[in-house]
């Protein structure tokens, strides 16, 4: 099973500010990962695949980068309405994993 | 537009069976991978179970194989969660989740249920 480990757990920032998200995996996963924005009472909502093309209707504010292991979640200037948990996803190999999230906070 | 519609959920007791179903709309049912993905109170996400368009293979997470089946039926568009054997770890929100195409790109979620509560307890 590939595990994906993300950091920070916690991140505590200001509207305005750049928010950068890690996730590495246990192996080599290629471009094989999604990252997913889920709040409170919410369905999750696909932000990121194939470890950089946005979703439909995505802002341009969000971006991702990275391959093999390390992948990284980039919102270059956060709204208020950004902060929420991230997940990290990778789709190379059964089973299907997730990442354990990100909080991304209001400081 | 697509929409989905989880339900099935509620209070089941350890040992017991519940039923889950998912009533999309908006796209061609057999053209896309369907998956359920939960979420434990207080914990992350974690997928469930994956079916291929037409129907013929499915996957499963260690933590539910042998005791979930996953299920689908196209000209319905509605995609089912037969859950036996349930445990108190079963607990949880159950999303139901359409892949982003039949296979490869099928393993990403593109549209997402509001989810279903399932709760197991004595």
């Known amino acids: 099973e590939i595990v994906l480990t993300q950091s920070p757990a916690t991140l505590s920032l200001s509207p305005g500010e750049r928010a950068t998200l890690s996730c590495r995996a246990t192996?080599?996963?290629?471009?094989?990962l999604a990252w997913y924005q889920k709040k409170p009472g919410q369905a999750p909502r696909l932000l990121i695949y194939e470890g950089s093309n946005r979703a439909t209707g995505i802002p341009a504010r969000f971006s991702g980068g990275g391959s093999g292991p390390d992948f990284t979640l980039t919102i270059s200037s956060l709204e208020p309405e950004d902060f929420a948990v991230y997940y990290c996803?990778?789709?190379?190999?059964?089973?299907?994993?997730f990442g354990q999230g990100t909080r991304l906070e209001i400081k | 537009e697509v929409q989905l519609l989880d339900s099935g959920g509620g209070l089941v007791q350890p040992g017991g069976s519940l039923r889950l179903s998912c009533a999309g709309s908006?796209?061609?049912?057999?053209?896309?991978?369907m998956n359920w993905v939960r979420q434990a109170p207080g914990k992350g996400l974690e997928w469930v179970s994956a079916?291929?368009?037409?129907?013929?293979?499915?996957n499963y997470a260690d933590s539910v194989q042998g005791r979930f089946t996953i299920s689908r039926d196209n000209s319905k568009n509605t995609l089912y969660l037969q859950m036996n054997s349930l445990r108190a770890e079963d607990t949880a929100v159950y999303y139901c989740?359409?892949?982003?195409?039949?296979?490869?790109?099928?393993?990403?979620?593109?549209?997402w249920g509001q989810g279903t509560l399932v709760t197991v307890s004595s």
């Open positions: 079916i291929s368009g037409s129907g013929d293979i499915t």
């Open positions: 996803q990778q789709r190379r190999s059964w089973p299907l994993t």
């Open positions: 192996q080599s996963i290629g471009s094989e």
């Open positions: 989740a359409k892949g982003m195409a039949a296979a490869g790109a099928g393993k990403y979620f593109d549209y």
């Open positions: 908006g796209f061609t049912s057999s053209s896309y991978a």
